[in-house]
């Protein structure tokens, strides 16, 4: 998600630089959308190129395939796929709201042009993939659990900052250290979240498992931000925002807590 984000940010900071408002609201949001169905393609051809590791064949040779594995996840993974939820939410939610959405609510309060605030997501999100390696290390160091929930922890205190701190007339180094922080503290979860989403399912049920419950938790808690934000606002509690990441953070955290430890475990 983080370099896809970032691919879209430097797009829209080469479109707010080179080209002009009107053009932007007349063709230049075509381009992204031209782009991304190239990127697509690439994205295709890569996976239909790359073979199966060795590890999934043999175990696809030992256990045979399920015939419908998305009936078999429902009938004999439920616990694991809401595990994936658990795993997820907290990560979906943020996303959107703190990677996605953030520079534009920069450039809402505090004023700034909106090239600029393109380009604090790009500097951020690249920061931020530069450490995720790290994170993925430490995760397999010291396990996937204290790494996921110092995230949540770390999210959940920083929620309220990241709104009340912004002001108009914001410096771009500011606002560059206040879209910094989450990226950093999100590599958290980048870091050590699928490594252990993939962990909770054999192979034979692996992608389905994960990908069903993983996109259920996009849509309840990432594709719904917007909405419940935009609602808050309307309601005039805009300002009480940072409560319901929190609230969704503690309670992630509270569920990783409760998650087995899968660090060092055989993959089934």
Same mark, same amino acid.
């Given at each position: @998600?983080?370099?896809?984000?970032?691919?879209?940010?430097?797009?829209? $900071?080469?479109?707010?630089?080179?080209?002009?408002?009107?053009?932007?609201?007349?063709?230049? /949001?075509?381009? *992204?959308?031209?782009?991304?169905?190239?990127?697509?393609?690439?994205?295709?051809?890569?996976?239909?190129?790359?073979?199966?590791?060795?590890?999934?064949?043999?175990? &696809?040779? *030992?256990?045979?395939? &399920?015939?419908?594995?998305?009936?078999?996840?429902?009938?004999?993974?439920?616990?694991?796929?809401?595990?994936?939820?658990?795993?997820?939410?907290?990560?979906?939610?943020?996303?959107? &709201?703190?990677?996605?959405?953030?520079?534009?609510?920069?450039?809402?309060?505090?004023?700034?042009?909106?090239?600029?605030?393109?380009?604090?997501?790009?500097?951020?999100?690249?920061? !931020?993939?530069?450490?995720?390696?790290?994170?993925?290390?430490?995760?397999?160091?010291?396990?996937?659990?204290?790494?996921?929930?110092? $995230? !949540? &922890?770390?999210?959940?205190? /920083?929620?309220?900052?990241?709104?009340?701190?912004?002001?108009?007339?914001?410096? $771009?180094?500011?606002?560059?250290?206040?879209?910094?922080?989450? @990226?950093?503290?999100?590599?958290? $979860?980048?870091?050590?979240?699928?490594?252990? @989403?993939?962990?909770?399912?054999?192979?034979?049920?692996?992608?389905?498992?994960?990908?069903?419950?993983?996109?259920?938790?996009?849509?309840?808690?990432?594709?719904?931000?917007?909405?419940?934000?935009?609602?808050?606002?309307? /309601?005039?509690?805009?300002?009480?925002?940072?409560?319901?990441?929190?609230?969704?953070?503690?309670?992630?955290?509270?569920?990783?807590?409760?998650?087995?430890?899968?660090?060092?475990?055989?993959?089934?």
């Amino acid at each position: @998600m983080n370099a896809g984000t970032l691919v879209s940010f430097i797009l829209g $900071f080469g479109l707010a630089t080179f080209g002009s408002e009107s053009g932007l609201a007349d063709w230049g /949001w075509r381009v *992204a959308f031209i782009i991304a169905a190239l990127l697509g393609l690439i994205t295709l051809w890569i996976r239909l190129s790359v073979s199966e590791t060795e590890v999934f064949k043999k175990r &696809v040779a *030992a256990e045979g395939v &399920v015939k419908n594995p998305l009936k078999d996840v429902v009938l004999n993974h439920r616990r694991d796929a809401l595990r994936v939820i658990g795993i997820a939410m907290a990560g979906n939610l943020l996303n959107y &709201v703190w990677m996605v959405n953030y520079p534009s609510y920069i450039h809402i309060v505090t004023g700034m042009q909106r090239a600029d605030t393109l380009l604090i997501g790009v500097i951020s999100v690249t920061i !931020s993939l530069l450490i995720i390696p790290f994170i993925g290390k430490l995760a397999d160091r010291i396990g996937r659990k204290p790494v996921l929930i110092g $995230f !949540s &922890v770390l999210s959940a205190a /920083w929620a309220w900052p990241s709104f009340a701190l912004l002001y108009p007339g914001m410096s $771009f180094a500011e606002a560059l250290v206040m879209m910094t922080i989450p @990226m950093v503290i999100m590599t958290g $979860f980048a870091g050590a979240a699928a490594v252990m @989403m993939v962990e909770q399912f054999p192979a034979k049920v692996r992608v389905t498992g994960v990908a069903l419950p993983y996109a259920l938790s996009v849509t309840l808690f990432g594709g719904t931000a917007p909405y419940i934000i935009t609602a808050m606002n309307g /309601w005039g509690y805009g300002g009480y925002t940072w409560i319901y990441l929190a609230v969704i953070c503690l309670i992630a955290a509270i569920a990783y807590s409760r998650l087995p430890e899968t660090k060092g475990q055989p993959l089934r």
